[in-house]
């Protein structure tokens, strides 16, 4: 079983940043597909971003392309999101998942929450304008 761990939400003021981390264990790391996505008040979830086993292929939604950044540190069993010029349509829980069936990050079904097993319970990100 793998467990995910998220942490660095919190409340920032329009056109600030946050990093956001997941933690994983219960599994080899470098074996899943890692994914975001997120869930704002009254919608449902979206995918934010997706990263590759080996940290060479990343996907972007094209709402957050040049302003998030996901990374990944197999050596920490860590995946991360930098979020940068936060606007108030960003604020959302946003989750972590983990996926070792997968066949490539750049897949259409990377995008699609279906295709992941394991998730995390989700830090909050709150944007003031």
């Known amino acids: 079983q793998v467990q995910l761990v998220e942490s660095g939400g919190g409340l920032v003021q329009a056109g600030g940043s946050l990093r956001l981390s997941c933690a994983a264990s219960?599994?080899?790391?470098?074996?899943?597909?890692m994914a975001w996505f997120r869930q704002a008040p009254g919608k449902e979830r979206e995918f934010v971003a997706v990263?590759?086993?080996?940290?060479?292929?990343?996907v972007y939604a094209d709402s957050v392309k040049g302003q998030f950044t996901v990374s990944r540190d197999n050596a920490k069993n860590t995946v991360y999101l930098q979020l940068n010029s936060l606007k108030p349509e960003d604020a959302a829980v946003y989750y972590c998942?983990?996926?070792?069936?997968?066949?490539?990050?750049?897949?259409?079904?990377?995008?699609?929450?279906?295709?992941?097993?394991?998730w995390g319970q989700g830090t909050q990100v709150t944007v003031a304008s």
């Open positions: 219960g599994r080899t790391f470098n074996s899943m597909i």
């Open positions: 990263m590759s086993r080996g940290a060479t292929t990343t």
């Open positions: 998942a983990a996926s070792a069936a997968l066949g490539a990050a750049n897949s259409r079904n990377a995008k699609n929450q279906s295709a992941y097993a394991y």
